[in-house]
């Protein structure tokens, strides 16, 4: 199995519980004597969706399909996962709580939103990595404030913090599973920002078991904007699993079309993952997509990166290097302006440490290249 045949299979896997032409294709499929379940352990790893394959293809009594050694591994990481999760559950009550009582509400977003809000049949199945909530740009402050107060601090211990737009930098308090992210915005891009921020998905949050979270529509949105610009999606043209899955999921409870449709200029964008994830999950119908002349040319370069890797490589490195002068032309410009970033850049420029991480950082590059004559 080459990478596009492991990721389409991966990804119809995701959906076997829910859809039964799915399920009938797997099923044939995985019966094969030849089956190259290494592949699908790799792909699915690196998309960080094991734990939901596992949880899906138990679902249908597929497991027995599996190689033994290869289903205790997934169970022992779904597992780990389920009692992970269980923590953060317990660690987002306790947040929800002491935010409530100083009389401000945080909108619990990402997976942790997706996971309070029932989303996910087995807890296991979502692998998550911060809690993250919003708060209006009013509240933001007071919510710092309050979460340094109980005892939370910086994970990255520097006298110097790059000054963050979006949101707070990370802090984490001893003894609590996960670290928390405190947003005042959704997205980097001003142009935007301006049209999915806190205001717009403030008016149709819902309340779940005390929590407060994005509605259906808007966790479909928030999970393609993760990807697609917050990471770059839609220029790398690349699909994250993770975020598809829960978008496969949500559009069980949502009309998708018609949510990535009630947005302006984040519309395109969102229709093309959404007509990427209609492919790769093999075209249900609860991902249907308004069909446009960009969402054709979109899955056509989607599925010619598969074909040419080394081609597809270079066209990701020659993307990676546009944003990184990107990013340091926005510093050096913010520098001119802000005072603050002035500081920041200073200091930055001025850490040994830094400049010491970097080194290490080079050498193992160089290292591992070496090691497999790349």
């Keep these: ?87 953060i559950i317990i660690q987002a009550k306790e947040l929800n709580t002491i935010l409530l009582k100083n009389k401000i509400r945080p909108i619990f977003i990402k997976g942790t939103g997706n996971l309070l809000a029932g989303l996910y049949e087995d807890i296991g199945e979502r692998m998550i990595g911060d809690i993250d909530f919003i708060f209006s740009c009013e509240d933001y402050p007071k919510a710092i404030t309050i979460l340094r107060d109980f005892k939370y601090s910086d994970v990255h211990k520097t006298n110097y913090h790059f000054p963050r737009e979006k949101h707070h930098r990370r802090i984490h308090k001893k003894n609590n599973i996960a670290s928390i992210e405190i947003h005042k915005e959704l997205l980097d891009e001003i142009k935007y920002s301006q ?21 259906y529509a808007n966790k479909l949105n928030l999970s393609i904007i993760s990807n697609q610009i917050n990471d770059d999606g839609f220029y ?112 930055r420029l001025t850490d040994r440490n830094w400049y010491k991480e970097k080194m290490n950082q080079l050498n193992l590059k160089k290292d591992s290249r070496e090691k497999f004559n790349l």
């Design 1 to 87: 199995m080459n990478y596009k045949e492991t990721l389409y299979f991966v990804a119809k896997c995701l959906t076997v519980s829910l859809e039964h032409r799915n399920k009938e294709a797997i099923e044939k499929q995985i019966q094969s004597d030849n089956f190259d379940w290494d592949s699908v352990v790799k792909v699915s790893t690196s998309h960080y969706v094991l734990s939901a394959l596992y949880c899906n293809l138990k679902r249908v009594d597929f497991l027995s399909y599996l190689p033994n050694s290869l289903v205790s591994y997934m169970k022992y990481i779904t597992d780990l996962n389920r009692d992970r999760n269980k923590q």
């Design 195 to 215: 049209e999915f921020n806190f205001n717009y998905i403030k008016k149709d949050s819902q309340i779940i078991k005390q929590f407060c979270v994005l509605s």
């Design 236 to 347: 790398y043209k690349k699909i994250a699993l993770r975020n598809a899955y829960d978008v496969f999921l949500l559009s069980k409870k949502t009309d998708a079309k018609k949510a990535v449709n009630t947005l302006d200029k984040l519309t395109i964008p969102l229709n093309c993952f959404l007509s990427a994830c209609y492919e790769i999950f093999n075209k249900v119908d609860c991902l249907e997509y308004n069909k446009t002349d960009m969402t054709v040319s979109y899955l056509s370069n989607f599925n010619k990166q598969f074909s040419n890797i080394k081609k597809t490589r270079k066209r990701h490195k020659l993307i990676k290097t546009y944003f990184f002068l990107k990013s340091r032309l926005f510093v050096i410009y913010k520098s001119l302006i802000y005072k603050e970033y002035r500081l920041w850049l200073f200091k």
